[in-house]
């Protein structure tokens, strides 16, 4: 059985591959490149296993990208400071507030179900997004499922197929990190080249 399943995963990882939107990919280009033109900052938002890829991705963004970044992940005490005595749904919006998230910026979120509205699922994420297009930010995101609100209301979205129901949250984090390490490596992207890629230019 262990066999069926690994023969099993690591086909849909091949057909996921196959179907990643390169037009979604090149307009999340065309918004870093903006960023990077007018000095703008991006805002990574996650949750569970989400959020650790945000921690990864904003070094990535910053070092490589040369794109100021932050996540309100990476400061666990004002994270739940602000879970404790404002609430969870508002917890990335106000640390988003103080922040002065404006039109220059964007947000980046990483999540696998995008976020519900009407169920309020990952509230936290759809009151963050709702302020950003009140303020003018862009948004992008990969997310997987439908896409979620995330899919809805993001500027560019990356929806990871779902290719089995066992299997939905495993993709979607993976492949968060596959997308965002493709952008960042992106020659219109990087600025600064990876440490072992530059040594074996010697």
Not at 140 to 163: E, F, H, L, N
Not at 174 to 184: R, S, Y
């Amino acid at each position: 059985m262990a066999a069926s399943f690994e023969s099993r995963y690591f086909a849909e990882v091949q057909k996921i591959a196959t179907t990643i939107n390169l037009d979604t990919i090149a307009k999340m280009v065309s918004i870093l490149n903006d960023l990077q033109e007018r000095h703008g900052r991006l805002f990574f938002l996650g949750v569970g296993g989400s959020a650790a890829n945000c921690t990864h991705a904003v070094n990535d963004f910053r070092k490589i990208a040369g794109i100021e970044c932050y996540s309100p992940v990476d400061n666990v005490a004002e994270l739940t400071a602000r879970i404790n005595d404002d609430g969870w749904e508002t917890a990335f919006t106000n640390w988003l507030k103080i922040s002065r998230l404006s039109s220059k910026d964007a947000l980046f979120i990483f999540s696998v179900g995008g976020g519900n509205k009407e169920k309020n699922v990952s509230a936290n994420l759809v009151h963050a997004m709702d302020f950003a297009k009140s303020v003018g930010a862009r948004i992008m995101s990969i997310v997987g499922r439908d896409g979620g609100y995330a899919g809805k209301v993001s500027d560019a979205c990356i929806i990871i197929p779902t290719q089995s129901q066992d299997t939905i949250t495993p993709h979607a984090e993976a492949w968060q990190a596959v997308v965002w390490h493709m952008l960042v490596a992106h020659p219109q992207v990087m600025k600064n080249a990876n440490k072992w890629e530059s040594i074996d230019k010697k």
